[in-house]
């Protein structure tokens, strides 16, 4: 008797897949696939440790949902949210020349820590993006930047199949339906939403604003901001 897939397989295997896409971008955008470059073995070996021991079940989950990885940060490790520095201490595995701790993962820890832990938070809750894959672009002094899926409306057409064909993988991970939560509560929240209302996916899209925005531009809010997301996720 074949034995069931658990979340973590699924998940596993949703990430090698992504290794395999391949989609050009008009220039000066370009994709960021940490599954198929050269930290892949890694990543994947980080991937397979970081899952098994959070989502080695068959519970179903509900959703969170960012932008888009950011490119020295998620788009460089693979696992959404959480960074660098946490991975190697969970793990064991360094990824050469990556070594950023971020506001955004501080943040999100301390919602984690406040939720219950990881083991409570990742018992009930899965993390990514509405494009699970970077993306970057050349400014006009020659650096990369982060970009989001939705800042070129051509970049976003291209895109588009891909994303739908993403949430619909993810949702068979055995995700709860009922309540979605997006990070981002402006544009992230509109497009997705957008996608929502064609595809039907969640019956419910609650918006909490972007840790980076909190961090960076009220950070004396941060408590007020705190408690916003554990009173949404604690909603039942």
Known sequence: MKQKQTFSDKVFQFDQELGNVKIDLPAPYKLINPYSGRNKKQILQMIQIFYHK?????????????????????????????DALNLQKETGI??????????????????????????????????????????????????????????NKRVEGILTSFIISALKAQINFGIDTSICYCIGSSQNYQELSKINKKWRFFQKIVPLEHPRFITQYHPEEKEKYLHKYLDALMYK
């Open 94 to 151: 360094s990824i050469a020349n990556f070594h950023v701790n971020n506001a955004a993962s501080n943040f999100l820890n301390e919602v984690i820590d406040k939720y219950g832990g990881r083991l409570k938070f990742y018992h009930d809750f899965y993390l990514n993006f509405v494009c699970p894959l970077g993306i970057c672009k050349t400014n006009s002094k020659g650096n990369q930047i982060n970009c989001n899926y939705y800042e």
């Open 54 to 82: 959070y989502f080695n079940d068959t519970n179903r989950r509900r959703l969170i949902l960012g932008s888009c990885p950011a490119r020295k940060r998620s788009a460089i490790t693979g696992i959404p949210f959480e």
